[in-house]
C-alpha cells in the first residue's frame, strides 16, 4: 500500500512539469472564449473584449508570445502625459516614472493575468490595479 501512495506520487511530481505548458496554452486562447470563460482573477482581457480589442489589435502581427509596445497601448489610451494626468492624484502618481526612469505598460498591466503595481517590487503601495 505505502509502495503504492508513493509511485503515485513520484508519477504525479514527474507530470507537473508537462502540464504547465497546457496551462500556458489555454490561457493564450482566443480573448472571447476566456471572456465567456470567466477568469478566476479579472483580467483585463474581459475590459478589452468588451470594448471590441482583438487580439492583432494589441499584438499586431507579432506572435501572441510577445510582449505588447508601448506604442500599441498608447495607441488607445492616449498619450503617456495624459495617464500621469489622469493619475495624479495618487502618491507616488504611477505613471510618473521619474524615480526609475521610463518602465513599459506591461510592466504593470497584463492582459492574460492579474495586473501588479511594479513599484511594489521595492515598496509596498497600497494601490488599486486596473
Known sequence: MRGSV???LIICWLLIPLLAPAQ???DLGEPKAQAQSGSPA???LQRHVTAGAKCASCH???PKSMPVSDAACLSCHGPLQSLEAKTAADMPNPHAQAHIG???CTACHH???PSEL???KCHSYDMAMP
Open 60 to 62: 499586431g502581427d507579432a
Open 118 to 120: 511594479y513599484c511594489n
Open 102 to 104: 521610463p518602465i513599459p
Open 6 to 8: 508513493v509511485a503515485g
Open 111 to 113: 492582459i492574460h493575468r
Open 42 to 44: 479579472k483580467t483585463l
Open 24 to 26: 500556458q496554452a489555454r
